[in-house]
T-cell receptor, first 109, second 112 residues
Framework: EDQVTQSPEALRLQEGESSSLNCSYT??????LFWYRQDPGKGPEFLFT?????EEKEKERLKATLTKKESFLHITAPKPEDSATYLC??????????WGAGTKLIIKP | DTAVSQTPKYLVTQMGNDKSIKCEQN?????MYWYKQDSKKFLKIMFS???????INETVPNRFSPKSPDKAHLNLHINSLELGDSAVYFC???????????FGEGSRLTVL
């Protein structure tokens, strides 16, 4: 069965303390891996798409990378406004979108 | 100008009542979705429509009935509400069946 597992469930960092979130997946025929950010009381907001192992995407303090079994969302020198829940999802060979449970990131000033 | 808008944002109702949530997108997308997000924040697909045609219908009770009058609108009607229906319901849209979805702000349903 296709599935997406995100770890850790929650991560508390001090402002400026870099770290990474993990998204591991088992899927039949990966068509794409997607990262989203969700703020409290809001809908998820699309961040990145990765299609193949070795691909990297960057946006401000965020960098997403992809291997054949997992993706990392690296956060460099985070600020309090980076606090949110980060969701990972994959599209399989049947074009089904499978979601992870998310990592709640808290950045303390 | 809001890309995906859904109303109402909050619904509080009694068990057994019927309620509707409306969704509209102005992005010109051909695919729209309803998702349910439970208290643990897990997103679960309920329905997906492509150009007004139902293409995904997960194991959702038939008390839930989606309707798409045109490709810019996807409404959700819920009959005989139960306590377990309490959740946040998100509407989303995309161009095609990829994973780049645009979400509305959610409708928080509380069933008492």
């Amino acid at each position: 069965e296709d599935q997406v597992t995100q770890s850790p469930e929650a991560l508390r960092l001090q402002e400026g303390e870099s770290s990474s979130l993990n998204c591991s997946y088992t899927v039949s025929g990966l068509r794409g891996l997607f990262w989203y950010r969700q703020d409290p009381g809001k809908g998820p907001e699309f961040l990145f798409t990765l299609y193949s192992a070795g691909e990297e995407k960057e946006k401000e303090r965020l960098k997403a990378t992809l291997t054949k079994k997992e993706s990392f969302l690296h956060i460099t020198a985070p600020k309090p406004e980076d606090s949110a829940t980060y969701l990972c999802a994959v599209v399989n060979s049947n074009y089904q979108l499978i979601w992870g449970a998310g990592t709640k990131l808290i950045i303390k000033p | 100008d809001t890309a995906v808008s859904q109303t109402p944002k909050y619904l509080v109702t009694q068990m057994g009542n019927d309620k509707s949530i409306k969704c509209e997108q102005n992005l010109g997308h051909d695919t729209m979705y309803w998702y349910k997000q439970d208290s643990k924040k897990f997103l679960k697909i309920m329905f997906s429509y492509n150009n007004k045609e139902l293409i995904i219908n997960e194991t959702v009770p038939n008390r839930f009935s989606p309707k798409s009058p045109d490709k810019a609108h996807l409404n959700l009607h819920i009959n005989s509400l139960e306590l377990g229906d309490s959740a946040v319901y998100f509407c989303a849209s995309s161009q095609g069946a990829g994973g780049e979805l645009f979400f509305g702000e959610g409708s928080r349903l509380t069933v008492l």
